[in-house]
Structures are given as C-alpha cells and as structure tokens.
C-alpha cells in the first residue's frame, strides 16, 4: 500500500500545511499550475514527487515536467494532465488517450473545483483536488489523500486549507 497526497493550483503559493497535511503520504502528486521552481522543490525535497505542468507554468517547469503523465503504482495505472474535463465531458487534447486506453485513475487540475467521480462507462476514478494556491476565484483551499493498495483506491481524505 502506499499513500499519496495530491494537489493542484498551487500558483507559486508556499503554505507550511503542505507539508504537515503529507507527512503521512509516501508520495505527494502535483496536478497543474505549480507556478515556481521553488514550490516544486520543496515539494520533492520532502517526498517522492510527480507533477505535470499547467498552463500557467513557464518553461523552466516545462522542462522538469511533462504536459501528460502516465504510470502504475500498486497495481493501478494513473494518467495525470492539468487540463483534462470530467467525466462525460473531457478536455478534447485527453479524450483519445482515455479512450484508447483508460486508466484506473484519471486525476486533473485547471478548474479550482473539488470533484471526485467515478466514470462508470470507463470503469475510472477521477480526481481533481480543486485549488490548493491562494490565487483565483475559489473560495476554499483544498488538498486530498488517498491510498493505493493492490491496484484499488481506499481511504479518500479531502483536506480543507483555511
């Protein structure tokens, strides 16, 4: 089993709480719009740590991390993109690459909304951990954990930023 801490958003936003709030977390995952070099460094200097780049990330993230990440852990594969939709409504430059092959899960950024669904056509958890930066239009910050273990998704936490 291993435990992961997800975010998104951070928009170049440091918060000690990160840190705190993953602690218990073997890996720390970053959906999108990091935002600076040093929010990405502290994250992987105190975790294993896998990101992608959003739209607002300049070229010295882009070089570090990639637009689409695909990869299994505990038996599960993973696809991570910062823009991606929802189920039933994914972003156009994701859509063939679930289809073709759907992962078990499928985690994006972009919206600064909290959603987690099950996609019952594609038998596929999404996850997008909403905002975890001060900048935008959300109203709450907010950070999720969960464990993989055998391929299976378990203990979902949704962590509120105050």
């Known amino acids: 089993m291993i435990k992961i801490g997800l975010l ?3 928009h170049g936003y440091w918060d000690e709480k990160y840190l705190h709030y993953f602690d218990p977390c073997d890996e720390i995952w970053h959906a999108g719009d990091i935002g600076s070099l040093e929010v990405a460094r ?3 200097a ?3 740590f896998r990101a992608v780049y959003g739209n607002i990330d300049g070229q010295e ?3 570090l991390y990639p637009q689409t990440l695909r990869f ?6 993973v696809l991570m993109k910062h823009i991606g939709g929802y189920p039933g409504r994914y972003d156009p430059s994701i859509v063939g690459s679930i289809l073709a ?3 078990k899960l499928f985690i994006s950024g ?3 909304i909290l959603k987690v669904k099950y996609d019952k056509t594609l038998g596929m958890l999404h996850i997008n951990p909403g905002a975890a930066g001060k900048y935008g239009f959300h109203k709450i910050r907010t950070l999720v954990r969960f464990a993989v273990d055998e391929g299976m998704f378990k203990d979902l936490e949704v962590i509120e930023l105050a």
């Open 8 to 10: 998104s958003d951070t």
């Open 110 to 112: 972009h919206s600064h």
């Open 101 to 103: 092959r759907p992962p």
């Open 61 to 63: 993230l882009r070089r």
């Open 72 to 77: 299994t852990v505990e038996g599960a594969e």
């Open 46 to 48: 105190f975790r294993t």
């Open 42 to 44: 502290r994250l992987a």
